[in-house]
């Protein structure tokens, strides 16, 4: 006699009926094949077939064409900025039942279209990105209509809703301000410029606002700490000028700046230092510092809540939404 399918079949109806345990079905759903022989691999899948057997979170996900799930790809990890933008993000999403999936591009282009394109064949709902690709790429790369906000990159003639700081501005204003301190000379420690629209903005606003600007570009995948360190150095003794050395991300006010601070040529008098920074740390080793502080947090918050309403049916105008910057 056939076995009558249970619509109802949970995951240990599964397992009793293959003859395994639970925790081999959840291998198997999960795709953990590795350590599964065929012979058992093909006894799941049978009573699965037999049984009818849907993960509730696949069953949801055909009956609303919703997985719930919101990418969050984001430029790098390692940067304290992207964690905070995450948390604001997830603390947004799951107030309202969806889950942020981090994606983590690696301050690489190449990876990041990976990524893209894995996102396009997958069920996720929507995408919050911080990219490196602009507009007409991402929407090439991922092969499907989906609600999208840009957070932190500003793009020209971009279709999707943007979230970004006053970056041309806020760097523009603390040059400005140093410069009336007395500080003529400007050393501006990046990551490749030529990778993002964030730094060319941050860069433009120092070069508004200061004659005698020298750069020191930094790889984010692989430097050697005391080469930076010594070409640092140098770059402050070229000039006669007070110097204010200049972080485009906290990062590198974290890496570096302690040394200088630490073996006294940051001395707030003849040399000082600023940047964009996301925490207290470089501030609590030297409190004298004026430095600009975005609020990343803020800015993941509001990029949520612009995915919601997407998510809502709400037709949501590709306008820019500036969290500024402040000097303090």
Not at 10 to 16: G, L, R, T
Request: aromatic fraction near 6%; hydrophobic fraction near 40%.
């Amino acid at each position: 006699m056939a076995r009558k399918a249970n619509k109802n079949a949970n995951i240990k109806d599964v397992a009793a009926l293959a003859g395994v345990s639970i925790a081999t079905v959840s291998r198997f759903l999960n795709g953990n094949l590795g350590r599964m022989s065929k012979t058992t691999a093909d006894k799941v899948q049978d009573a699965i077939t037999k049984l009818k057997y849907v993960p509730n979170s696949v069953a949801r996900q055909m009956i609303t064409q919703s997985s719930k799930l919101i990418a969050v790809m984001v430029a790098n990890v390692d940067d304290y900025f992207s964690t905070e933008l995450f948390k604001g993000i997830s603390s947004i999403l799951e107030s309202q039942g969806y889950i942020g999936v981090l994606l983590d591009a690696n301050a690489d282009i190449e990876r990041e279209k990976t990524l893209l394109r894995a996102i396009g064949s997958r069920g996720f709902d929507g995408l919050i990105l911080q990219s490196f690709s602009n507009p007409q790429t991402v929407r090439e790369i991922l092969h499907q209509q989906m609600p999208v906000v840009s957070v932190d990159r500003e793009m020209d003639a971009c279709p999707w809703p943007q979230v970004i700081t006053d970056n041309y501005e806020a760097a523009k204003a603390a040059t400005t301000y140093f410069e009336k301190q007395g500080y003529q000379h400007v050393v501006v420690v990046t990551s490749e410029l030529a990778l993002s629209r964030t730094r060319q903005e941050r860069f433009r606003g120092i070069q508004a606002a200061a004659d005698n600007v020298d750069v020191l570009e930094v790889s984010e995948t692989s430097y050697n700490h005391s080469d930076v360190h010594q070409r640092l150095t140098q770059l402050i003794a070229k000039s006669d000028q007070k110097t204010v050395v200049f972080a485009l991300k906290e990062r590198w006010l974290l890496e570096f700046f302690p040394n200088l601070i630490v073996s006294g040529l940051i001395d707030n008098q003849d040399v000082t230092a600023t940047g964009f920074a996301d925490t207290d740390f470089i501030r609590r080793m030297e409190p004298k510092l004026t430095l600009i502080t975005q609020n990343p947090f803020l800015m993941g918050a509001s990029s949520a809540e612009l995915m919601l309403r997407q998510l809502a049916g709400e037709q949501v105008a590709p306008d820019k939404m500036i969290i500024p910057a402040k000097l303090q």
